[in-house]
């Protein structure tokens, strides 16, 4: 890795991948961060001895996308998603990677508005709206599609590899209505399946690496799906915030079951990492 350049781009979940391969590589060297991005959630981090740059790209739908949401991911409006154009946020950053981490899927999900050559065509969970509902597939072929086709086409050609979707594990009610997930240990191979929308989501995936990997592309498959869905036991669950139970904090705790291992919103999280790198 010396004289390289590595980036994560995608959803929490890369920017999860990225902690935790800053944490591995900070107990040979302690780098210097070069910026924190607060909203775009984006950071870089160098390496001087090895001039080595590690960094993460937020662009949780790879696609352009309006979004108004808070630091949790909270919506405040919904989302404007632009089925016809990538998220300059990365592409343009593209150039000066020799290795890249990239994915998504979660996002998807969402309640979204889909645009394509500058018109409204439709949207996914909008209720109400009185537009066609093509469903979060739709929205998510197209990214993966127009994504791989980018990098395919790309006069640089740097080391891709593309993460398949890690699945939730929110049990008795979803994440906003009560869902928690408190296992202690792995499940067995018989004991996990996938869920309806995250199988939908990892057939997409294999079909549109299929197309790309034809094409010849330095990209590889990163299929984390069955590893991640074993671990029930792998997430923070309601310790994303420090002291959830505490007297003074709200009568509903949030539980985090699609994260893995690092508590606390990113910001704190940031802190956190800066404050323990500085003391070695």
């Known amino acids: 890795m010396r004289n390289k350049g590595f980036a994560f781009i995608g959803d929490s979940i890369l920017r999860n991948q990225l902690q935790s391969m800053l944490c591995i590589l900070s107990q040979v060297e302690l780098p210097l961060q070069l910026y924190q991005a607060e909203l775009t959630r984006s950071s870089s981090w160098f390496f001087p001895s090895y001039n080595f740059t590690l960094s993460g790209i937020w662009a949780p739908f790879l696609l352009k996308a309006d979004l108004f949401d ?13 089925l016809d154009k990538l998220d300059e946020n990365w592409t343009k950053q ?33 209720e109400g709206k009185n537009l066609t509902e093509l469903g979060f597939d739709y929205s998510y072929r197209k990214a993966l599609s127009l994504t791989f086709k980018f990098i395919t086409s790309s006069s640089h050609k740097p080391q891709v590899m593309f993460r398949t979707i890690t699945p939730s594990h929110f049990e008795y009610g979803k994440w906003n209505e009560g869902g928690y997930c408190n296992r202690k240990a792995p499940f067995k191979e018989t004991e996990a399946n996938l869920g309806e929308f995250d199988k939908i989501m990892y057939e997409v995936e294999m079909q549109e690496f299929e197309k790309a990997s034809k094409k010849g592309a330095s990209l590889t498959l990163f299929d984390a799906t069955h590893l991640s869905l074993l671990r029930p036991d792998g997430h923070p669950g309601p310790y994303r915030d420090y002291y959830p139970f505490a007297k003074d904090k709200k009568a509903i705790v949030q539980n985090d079951c699609l994260h893995w291992c690092l508590p606390g919103p990113i910001d704190t999280w940031n802190e956190l990492i800066s404050e323990m790198l500085m003391r070695g």
């Open 70 to 82: 808070n630091q949790n991911g909270v919506l405040t409006s919904d989302i404007k998603l632009h």
């Open 94 to 126: 593209y150039y000066d990677f020799d290795y890249v981490m990239i994915g998504g899927g979660q996002w998807f999900l969402r309640t979204a508005i889909y645009h394509e050559h500058n018109k409204v065509q439709g949207c996914h969970y909008c």
